[in-house]
C-alpha cells in the first residue's frame, strides 16, 4: 500500500483565498483525522471522521474551516477565508478504526504558507 | 483537559550514548501512551505503544516505561546512532468515549557522529 497520501505538498496562498488540502487515507481504514501542526501549538486534532460519518469537529478552529469525507477514500479540508495564523503543516493520518490500539498511520503533511 | 509536557525540546548527543526522553501528563486516565518518531518534512511513525496496564515495552534499542501515578513516561534510547536523529513525540490515549491522542510537543535529537 502506498500509505495515507496528501495533496499538494506544499501550498502559498494569499490571505483571504479559499485553501483546499486532500487526504487519501489507507485502504480498509475506517478512521481518518486531520491534524495541524505549529511550533507554537504542537500537534492539534481538528476532526475526525468514522465510517465517512464526522464524529468530533471540536478542534476546528473557526467556522473558515470544514472538512468533508463523501467516500471511503478521499477527504477534504477547506479554509475559506484563508489568513496567515492558518499558516501550518496539516496532517491527515487513517486507522482501521478510532480505537485506543489502532495505529494511527499518518500522511506526509502539507505545508501551508498565507502571504 | 489532558496536556502532554516533554522536556527538553532539544537533545544533542555524540553518538554511542544512551539517552532518555521524558514525557508528563495532568490526567493519569489514559487508556495508553505512544511514543512516535517524526523526521523532517514527513509525517509521525508510531515506535511503541504502552498500554496503561502495562509498565514498559522494547522494540530493539527503543524502551518505552510508564509510571500512570505520576503521570509519567520515559522514551530509553541505547546506544544512539546518527540515524536516530529526529523529533520525538508523545500521546496520550484517554480512557473515556471518543478520544483521541493528546500530544506533546516532542523532543528535538540530534545525535552527532
Known amino acids: 500500500d502506498a500509505g495515507v497520501i496528501q495533496s499538494p505538498r506544499h501550498e502559498v496562498t494569499e490571505m483571504g483565498q479559499e485553501v483546499t488540502l486532500r487526504c487519501k487515507p489507507i485502504?480498509?481504514?475506517?478512521?481518518l483525522f486531520w491534524y495541524r501542526q505549529t511550533m507554537m501549538r504542537g500537534l492539534e486534532l481538528l476532526i475526525y471522521?468514522?465510517?465517512?460519518?464526522?464524529?468530533?469537529d471540536s478542534g476546528m478552529p473557526e467556522d473558515r474551516f470544514s472538512a468533508k469525507m463523501p467516500n471511503a477514500s478521499f477527504s477534504t479540508l477547506k479554509i475559506q477565508p484563508s489568513e496567515p495564523r492558518d499558516s501550518a503543516v496539516y496532517f491527515c493520518?487513517?486507522?482501521?478504526?478510532?480505537?485506543?490500539?489502532?495505529?494511527?498511520?499518518f500522511g506526509p503533511g502539507t505545508r501551508l504558507t498565507v502571504l | 483537559k489532558q496536556e502532554v509536557t516533554q522536556i527538553p525540546a532539544a537533545l544533542s548527543v555524540p553518538e554511542g550514548e544512551n539517552l532518555v526522553l521524558n514525557c508528563s501528563f495532568t490526567?493519569?486516565?489514559?487508556?495508553?501512551l505512544q511514543w512516535f518518531r517524526q523526521d523532517p518534512g514527513k509525517g509521525l511513525t508510531s515506535l511503541l505503544l504502552?498500554?496503561?496496564?502495562?509498565r514498559e515495552q522494547t522494540s530493539g534499542r527503543l524502551n518505552a516505561s510508564l509510571d500512570k501515578s505520576s503521570g509519567r513516561s520515559t522514551l530509553y534510547i541505547a546506544a544512539s546512532q546518527p540515524g536516530d536523529s529526529a523529533t520525538y513525540l508523545c500521546?496520550?490515549?484517554?480512557?473515556?468515549?471518543?478520544?483521541?491522542?493528546?500530544f506533546g510537543k516532542g523532543t528535538m535529537l540530534l545525535v552527532s557522529p
Open positions: 493520518a487513517s486507522s482501521l478504526q478510532q480505537t485506543p490500539t489502532d495505529t494511527q498511520y
Open positions: 485502504s480498509g481504514h475506517n478512521s
Open positions: 471522521f468514522n465510517n465517512n460519518v464526522p464524529i468530533d
Open positions: 490526567d493519569s486516565a489514559i487508556y495508553n
Open positions: 504502552i498500554q496503561s496496564s502495562q
Open positions: 500521546a496520550a490515549f484517554m480512557n473515556s468515549g471518543y478520544s483521541t491522542l493528546t
